[in-house]
C-alpha cells in the first residue's frame, strides 16, 4: 500500500511569492496534519484537517492557510513568503482526528527554500 | 502547551553497542510516537507506544505514563541506526489533533 505522498519533493521560491505544497494521505486515512521542520529542530505544527473541517491549528501567521478536499487530500497555501518559511514541510495522515488519538504517518516531505 | 524534552541531544557509539533514549513530558498523554529522521528527512515510525512496552528487533520502547517518560532501547547498533531520533506526544489536554515534538537525540554509530 501507498504511503503519505507530498508533491513537490523541492521547491526554490522568491520572497513575497506565494506557494502551494500537496499532499495525499494512506487510503482510508480521513485526518491530515502539516508540520514545519527548520533545521535543527522538532517539527512544529501547523495545521490538523479531518473530513474537509479545520480541527486544529498552531501558532502560524495568517499567510499560512490550508483546506482538504473530499478525497480526503489536502493542499497548504503560503502566501508573501519570507526568508524564514524556508524549511522542510511534512504531511502525516491518521485514521481519526480530535477525539481518539490514531498514529500519524509521515510523508516524505517538501523542502522549500525561499531566497 | 506540552513540553517534551529529549536526552541527550547528542550520542557517539562504536558499531554494537547498545543506547538509550530518554522523551520527559510535562502533562499526561494519549499519543506517544518514537520516530527516526534519516538523511533526507523521512520520518519513519518506530513505535505508538502511550503506555507499556513494546519490541521490534533490536529496538525496544517502555513508556512510564504515570512518571510522564518514554525510552526507546537500541541494542547491537548498526550504522545504518544513525540518524535523528525524535519522541512526539499528543494529549487531550492540549488538543489530540497534534503532536508536540521533542528536540531529537543524533546518533551517529562509528564503524
Known amino acids: 500500500d501507498a504511503g503519505v505522498t507530498q508533491s513537490p519533493t523541492h521547491l526554490i521560491k522568491t520572497r513575497g511569492q506565494h506557494v502551494t505544497l500537496r499532499c495525499s494521505p494512506i487510503s482510508g486515512h480521513k485526518s491530515v496534519s502539516w508540520y514545519q521542520q527548520v533545521l535543527g529542530q522538532g517539527p512544529q505544527f501547523i495545521f490538523q484537517?479531518?473530513?474537509?473541517?479545520?480541527?486544529g491549528r498552531g501558532n502560524f501567521p495568517d499567510r499560512f492557510s490550508a483546506r482538504q478536499f473530499p478525497n480526503y487530500s489536502s493542499e497548504l497555501n503560503v502566501n508573501a513568503l519570507l526568508l524564514g518559511d524556508s524549511a522542510l514541510y511534512l504531511c502525516?495522515?491518521?485514521?481519526?482526528?480530535?477525539?481518539?488519538?490514531?498514529?500519524?504517518?509521515f510523508g516524505p516531505g517538501t523542502r522549500l527554500t525561499v531566497t | 502547551g506540552i513540553q517534551v524534552e529529549q536526552s541527550p541531544p547528542d550520542l557517539i557509539l562504536q558499531e554494537g553497542a547498545n543506547s538509550t533514549l530518554r522523551c520527559n513530558f510535562s502533562d499526561s498523554v494519549n499519543n506517544l510516537q518514537w520516530f527516526h529522521q534519516n538523511p533526507w528527512g523521512q520520518l519513519i515510525n518506530l513505535f505508538y507506544?502511550?503506555?507499556g512496552t513494546k519490541q521490534n528487533g533490536r529496538l525496544s520502547a517502555t513508556t512510564v505514563a504515570t512518571e510522564r517518560y518514554s525510552l526507546l532501547y537500541i541494542s547491537s547498533s548498526q550504522t545504518t541506526d544513525s540518524g535523528v531520533y525524535f519522541c512526539?506526544?499528543?494529549?487531550?489536554?492540549?488538543?489530540?489533533?497534534?503532536?508536540?515534538f521533542g528536540t531529537g537525540t543524533r546518533l551517529t554509530i562509528i564503524p
Open positions: 507506544i502511550p503506555s
Open positions: 484537517y479531518y473530513e474537509k473541517e479545520e480541527r
Open positions: 502525516a495522515s491518521s485514521l481519526e482526528g480530535r477525539q481518539l488519538a490514531y498514529e500519524q504517518y
Open positions: 512526539a506526544v499528543g494529549s487531550s489536554n492540549f488538543g489530540n489533533e497534534k503532536l508536540t
